[in-house]
């Protein structure tokens, strides 16, 4: 850092009226109670810069652009030196900001534009373009390990946006994919493409949002043919811009897009959720149902309790599983894929004995998955389908808690619930409840469940649906009868007031 040295001698004076007596040049340490009061004279105005930062241009050139100017620093002591810091909002109101030290050239408060150009991608955008962006600075006089704040803790200096027009973009990345269907020569069928989806939902931005995915349905007996085009090559029909796939493994569940690859191919049978990663040309196939069935025994699909999904990624739900399970994708049991143990990977268990976790798999290998807890439980199951991995809680205890109890797990404070045979449904009668409440297992917050009203039924009784981990639940406050219902999704909570 440089040292500013516009000073005046009145500078001079503040130091010497706040030490105590001494002979120069080795003076004790001060006895100023309040270090700030220190620089309560100093006056420092700043300037913005009225061009735009070309921050592209500056690199070219090896220079830091200036991001403001000092126009006046008075009453600043010799023996500190000034440091400024540039704040880089995401909005006018600074909602999320990333702090850079700027390095004073002259008057000048200047910044590698390359940190520059990282902040605002790190608070605003990746996407190159020019910004209004949102900055202020905090002065600080620094000596030795001291570094106080001009003007208070929350003092800042030049609020205001400042234009700066980010790095030029090293790959274009669009906000709209395709899937193109091709035959096994990989010639597009244009008029079938269809759009991925972001992510992040509809509007996203792909350059800070390069994830797209696209449920197809399940492919004929010779697979699936396809490449991927962005909006502007699908729009022009350029087959030459099209990314295809080099594969990793030989069902096509993997692999990395490029321009010079061949066309994909999807073997596996069952509908497919393909997601690409734009920013690291990869591609990943994974298997998409809008259901899993957990089979035990004798269970069938019209009583199994089934595992739901809103992303064909991550599936849960309860179900009840007596010693031993599978996952089926369909109504038929039989039918494959059966994602059972793998047979290479032994289970974890819990210290208590209520959980697992282990990782599914579709070889002939593969067996039935043996509970944690034997005999006919219900569980919290936890499957994420593309990386295979389950985790499963036994539900061993059902509970109402909340403000009535003073949210207390202690056993002799809650009324547990009673299943039916099926534990499907689980029923108490003349519970305290309210004005909040949730369910939990176990006397434990491991698995619970909350959510939201939702009216009342024919009798007059208030519903609820709730789902795993939902909000607190509120009610008038009373007695009432509780009865919990599994069988349907979202599952659903019934009080009844006594």
């Known amino acids: 850092m440089k040292k500013i040295k516009l ?28 270090p700030e009061a220190y620089f309560a004279n100093t006056d420092l105005a700043l300037a913005p810069v009225s061009e735009t930062l070309q921050l592209t241009a500056a690199t070219e050139a090896n220079q830091f652009v200036t991001v403001a100017n000092i126009t006046k620093l008075e009453n600043f002591p010799a023996d500190y030196t000034l440091e400024v810091d540039m704040e880089v909002g995401s909005d006018a109101q600074f909602s999320k900001t990333t702090t850079l030290t700027t390095t004073i050239d002259g008057d000048a408060l200047t910044l590698d534009p390359s940190i ?3 902040a605002i991608q790190s608070v605003i955008s990746k996407a190159p373009g020019t910004y209004e962006v949102n900055s202020r600075f905090v002065a ?14 929350n003092n800042y200096y030049l609020t205001e946006a400042i234009d700066v027009k980010t790095y030029d973009a090293e790959k274009v990345i669009e906000n709209m994919y395709y899937v193109v269907p091709c035959d096994a020569n990989g010639t597009p069928n244009w008029n079938a493409a269809m759009a991925m989806n972001n992510t992040a939902g509809e509007g996203a931005i792909g350059y800070d949002h390069p994830e797209f995915t696209l449920k197809i349905e399940s492919p004929d007996p010779d697979g699936y ?12 029909k350029d087959a030459s811009q099209l990314l295809g796939v080099n594969l990793s493994d030989e069902q096509g569940m993997t692999g990395k897009l490029g321009a010079s690859y061949g066309v994909g191919h999807v073997i596996i049978t069952g509908d497919v959720l393909l997601t690409i990663n734009v920013e690291e040309d990869s591609y990943a ?17 019209n009583t199994v309790m089934k595992l739901y999904t809103d992303n064909y990624v991550n599936y849960s739900g309860v179900c009840a599983i007596n010693n031993q399970w599978f996952l089926g994708a369909s109504e038929d049991k039989k039918q494959a894929p059966l994602f059972k143990q793998d047979a290479e990977n032994e289970p974890e268990i819990s210290e208590d004995g209520l959980s697992m976790n282990g990782l599914l798999s579709t070889a002939s290998d593969a067996a039935q998955i043996k509970t944690p807890v034997k005999g006919n439980t219900l569980y919290w199951v936890d499957v994420n389908l593309p990386q295979l991995t389950y985790s499963m809680t036994a539900i061993q205890t059902l509970s109402v808690i909340g403000s009535a109890n003073d949210w207390s797990n202690d056993e002799d404070k809650v009324v547990d619930l009673t299943p039916s045979k099926d534990f499907k449904t689980w029923t108490a009668t003349d519970i305290k409840v309210g004005p909040e409440f949730k369910l939990n297992a176990n006397h434990a917050w491991d698995v619970d469940f909350g959510g939201e009203a939702a009216g009342t039924d024919s009798e007059g009784n208030l519903v609820f649906n709730v789902t795993m981990k939902g909000s607190n639940l509120t009610v008038e406050e009373g007695t009432y009868d509780v009865t919990v219902n599994f069988s349907t999704f979202p599952y659903v909570v019934t009080l009844k007031k006594k």
């Open 140 to 153: 600080y006089a620094a000596k030795d390990n001291t570094r106080l704040r001009l003007g208070g803790i």
């Open 285 to 301: 196939a994974s298997y998409a149902f809008s259901l899993l069935y957990p089979y035990s025994g004798s269970l069938n699909a």
């Open 116 to 118: 520059l150009n990282g």
């Open 7 to 34: 000073f005046s001698a009145l500078a001079l004076t503040v130091v010497m009226a706040s030490c105590d007596d001494f002979d120069l040049p080795n003076p004790p340490g001060q006895s100023n109670s309040d």
């Open 225 to 236: 043919y396809f490449k991927i085009g962005a909006q502007s090559v699908v729009t022009a």
